[in-house]
């Protein structure tokens, strides 16, 4: 079973940088796609970033590109551990969610699986993100 843990959330002032790290096991496939998705009250949960194995990063949602950076080690092939983060710069009140990591199997057929919490298997628990205006 794969096992995903979130850590790094918490309170910062806009304009001011977090790193979110997801820490995930388990895995019985060679490849994986990890995903940072985020759900703000009274919203539907997004998808923020997706990197894959196979290809790097493969996504960000318009809202984040040129603030957040996906990154890390997908798959380490001695132990099918991987640590993915999250760096995330400019915060603004809007970026205050909850922000799940998810993950899925990398179809060999089609590394780019669509950053969509529809498409993912595993999911943390996840972690607050709060920006204060």
């Known amino acids: 079973e794969v096992q995903l843990v979130e850590s790094g959330g918490g309170l910062v002032q806009a304009g001011g940088s977090l790193r979110l790290s997801c820490a995930a096991s388990?895995?019985?496939?060679?490849?994986?796609?990890i995903g940072w998705f985020r759900q703000a009250p009274g919203r539907e949960r997004e998808g923020v970033a997706c990197?894959?194995?196979?290809?790097?990063?493969?996504?960000?949602?318009?809202?984040v590109k040129g603030r957040f950076t996906i990154s890390g080690d997908v798959f380490i092939s001695s132990d099918k551990n991987s640590v993915v983060t999250l760096q995330m710069t400019s915060l603004k009140s809007d970026d205050t969610a909850v922000y799940y990591c998810?993950?899925?199997?990398?179809?060999?057929?089609?590394?780019?699986?669509?950053?969509?919490?529809?498409?993912?298997?595993?999911w943390g628990q996840g972690t607050q993100v709060t920006v204060s205006s």
């Open positions: 998810a993950a899925t199997p990398t179809p060999p057929e089609d590394p780019l699986v669509p950053c969509t919490d529809g498409h993912f298997a595993s």
């Open positions: 388990g895995f019985t496939s060679d490849e994986h796609t």
């Open positions: 990197i894959s194995s196979r290809i790097g990063p493969t996504y960000y949602a318009d809202s």
